[in-house]
């Protein structure tokens, strides 16, 4: 996504030349809070700043004197506050316009002032001291204007070539690793207003605060994490969903930005992992999938700890607590990632993993099928990681029921006469074919055997062509079983009955 803030306003109207400027100090004087009255006025200061030569201009007025004026002009086109516990913005509302004919106007005057400090920094009499002194009053400010009033156009990038920068996130975190950069001061302004009582005040704030996080990366970000962390847990724990949703996507940028050990530091990554923990109860789809990625990225950071910490071997873990919570809300999309992430230890879970596994197989779920696609993948991945346990002669009888399992899913499938279109059933019988195949293949040969003499409906279409996927074998299937291959101990165990 580009940066966007700055239109370029129409032409300031001029018949005759203008006279000549008073000195800068007096046309410039110590600001006062605009107003909307007065019209005219923010034409005449963009004139001025036209007319007005970069050596009188920057020469004879403070750095803080036109870091006043930027703060007070960016005021003067802020959105209006709004109640701390608004709802929604209004959709159409003649205040919101206001502000965008004054940020039109506003942005234009700024373009004016960026374009002379981009000039006066060739200048011998100028140059990068007096440009540095007053870009470090006016970056910050200009560039929270920009992010507020983002439009379809693309920005002139008139504050990026001002301060001598290729690119945003360079403008934000500085050219090189030991550079500071502008975002320390951006913070600082936005910091005032991302408080628990006025970061909703200005309907702006979050989304700056939002759009500007990204472009700070490693290994800059872990500088400014106590800065960062406070505003995004306190955006994540708002009661609506679009705000939970943008601060949880923060979090994931700071998991993703800043080494584990910073994350660990005063316990920082226990208060992430509650506040995610506490949005798995939602039912919001959206939402569920931005904390269940995070928390993909998150648990590892959190386990490496625990595993320095801990005495006793493989204890139970974060991952274990989510998985659970997803198996008690049958949450049949998002479970194959941590089952994946669990491996091995996802055998403390088979018997409610069981039981969630067939209750998907056994129910239709409308035309797409997701939910029973998300299953076979989970069935996949548990096969694949507990497959001693999946088929050993202690547990025959959860062999023999996700068998039943797949064998009626396949029947229903071939049979199914409604509106489920024939891409999404040849997925669903390839799904169920390949988990055939790795049971059967790490049970070594006791699926093929335990058919027995065929029942009339295996014979039908669907096991026909499971049979041909077993000559086949697909590509994928060997892989997992070079992988995870079938142990010869487990023959002996499996030849002293067949599962009926």
Same mark, same amino acid.
């Given at each position: 996504?580009?940066?966007? %803030?700055?239109?370029?306003?129409?032409?300031?109207?001029?018949?005759?030349?203008?006279?000549?400027?008073?000195?800068?100090?007096?046309?410039? +004087?110590?600001?006062?809070?605009?107003?909307?009255?007065?019209?005219?006025?923010?034409?005449?200061?963009?004139?001025?700043?036209?007319?007005?030569?970069?050596?009188?201009?920057? /020469?004879?007025?403070?750095? %803080?004197?036109?870091?006043?004026?930027?703060?007070?002009?960016?005021?003067?086109?802020?959105?209006?506050?709004?109640?701390?516990?608004?709802?929604?913005?209004?959709a159409k509302d003649s205040a919101y316009e206001a502000v965008a004919e004054r940020a039109v106007e506003v942005g234009a005057v700024l373009l004016r002032l960026l374009a002379k400090l981009e000039a006066a920094r060739t200048e011998e009499t100028l140059g990068e001291p007096v440009v540095g002194a007053i870009l470090r009053r006016v970056a910050a400010p200009i560039y929270i204007f920009a992010v507020t009033h983002v439009v379809d156009q693309p920005w002139t990038n008139s504050l990026v070539r001002a301060a001598d920068c290729g690119s945003v996130a360079e403008f934000l975190r500085g050219k090189k690793e030991d550079e500071e950069g502008r975002f320390a001061a951006v913070m600082g302004l936005l910091k005032q207003e991302l408080t628990k009582d006025t970061w909703k005040r200005n309907p702006a704030t979050k989304h700056v605060f939002s759009w500007t996080l990204p472009h700070v990366t490693r290994p800059w970000l872990s500088h400014y994490l106590e800065s960062v962390l406070p505003p995004s847990l306190l955006i994540s724990d708002d009661y609506r969903e679009e705000n939970k949703i943008l601060g949880v996507r923060c979090l994931h940028h700071l998991v993703l930005n800043v080494p584990g050990a910073d994350l660990c530091q005063y316990n920082r990554a226990q208060v992430v992992y509650h506040a995610l923990y506490n949005h798995l109860y939602s039912r919001e789809a959206p939402l569920l999938q931005a904390v269940l990625l995070c928390l993909l990225d998150l648990?590892?950071?959190?386990?490496?700890?625990?595993?320095?910490?801990?005495?006793?071997?493989?204890?139970?873990?974060?991952?274990?607590?989510?998985?659970?919570?997803?198996?008690?809300?049958?949450?049949?999309?998002?479970?194959?990632?941590?089952?994946?992430? $669990?491996? &091995?230890?996802?055998?403390?879970? $088979?018997?409610? $993993?069981?039981?969630?596994?067939?209750?998907?197989? @056994?129910?239709?779920?409308?035309? @797409?099928?997701?939910?029973?696609?998300? &299953?076979?993948?989970?069935?996949?991945?548990?096969?694949?990681?507990?497959? +001693?346990?999946?088929?050993? /002669?202690?547990?025959?009888?959860?062999?023999?029921?996700?068998?039943?399992?797949?064998?009626?899913?396949?029947?229903?499938?071939?049979?199914?006469? %409604?509106?489920?279109?024939?891409?999404?059933?040849?997925?669903?019988?390839?799904?169920?074919?390949?988990?055939? &195949?790795?049971?059967?293949?790490?049970?070594?040969?006791?699926?093929?055997?335990?058919?027995?003499?065929?029942?009339?409906?295996?014979?039908?279409?669907?096991?026909?062509?499971?049979?041909?996927?077993?000559?086949?074998?697909?590509?994928?299937?060997?892989?997992?079983?070079?992988?995870?291959?079938?142990?010869?101990?487990? @023959?002996?165990?499996?030849?002293? %009955?067949?599962?009926?």
């Open positions: 996504m580009e940066l966007a %803030g700055f239109v370029q306003p129409p032409q300031v109207p001029g018949e005759r030349p203008p006279p000549a400027p008073p000195p800068a100090e007096r046309a410039l +004087p110590q600001p006062r809070p605009l107003t909307p009255e007065g019209p005219g006025a923010l034409s005449e200061l963009g004139a001025l700043l036209e007319a007005s030569g970069s050596r009188r201009l920057f /020469g004879d007025v403070s750095p %803080g004197t036109l870091g006043e004026l930027v703060a007070s002009l960016s005021r003067f086109a802020a959105p209006p506050e709004q109640q701390q516990e608004a709802a929604e913005l209004p648990l590892p950071v959190l386990e490496r700890a625990q595993h320095r910490q801990q005495q006793q071997p493989r204890a139970p873990s974060h991952s274990d607590e989510v998985l659970q919570l997803l198996l008690t809300h049958m949450e049949a999309e998002s479970l194959p990632a941590f089952v994946q992430r $669990l491996g &091995i230890l996802v055998v403390r879970h $088979l018997k409610r $993993l069981q039981r969630v596994i067939v209750g998907y197989l @056994e129910v239709c779920d409308g035309p @797409e099928e997701e939910a029973r696609l998300g &299953i076979l993948q989970t069935l996949r991945c548990t096969i694949e990681h507990a497959w +001693p346990r999946c088929c050993s /002669g202690g547990e025959r009888s959860l062999r023999k029921l996700i068998l039943n399992a797949l064998l009626r899913m396949m029947w229903d499938v071939h049979t199914d006469q %409604g509106p489920t279109p024939e891409p999404v059933k040849a997925a669903l019988l390839q799904g169920a074919t390949e988990c055939l &195949i790795l049971l059967d293949r790490c049970s070594a040969g006791q699926v093929k055997v335990s058919w027995g003499p065929p029942a009339p409906f295996l014979l039908s279409a669907p096991l026909k062509e499971a049979a041909a996927h077993y000559v086949q074998e697909p590509a994928s299937v060997k892989q997992d079983f070079q992988r995870f291959p079938p142990n010869p101990g487990l @023959e002996s165990d499996l030849t002293d %009955g067949l599962v009926t």
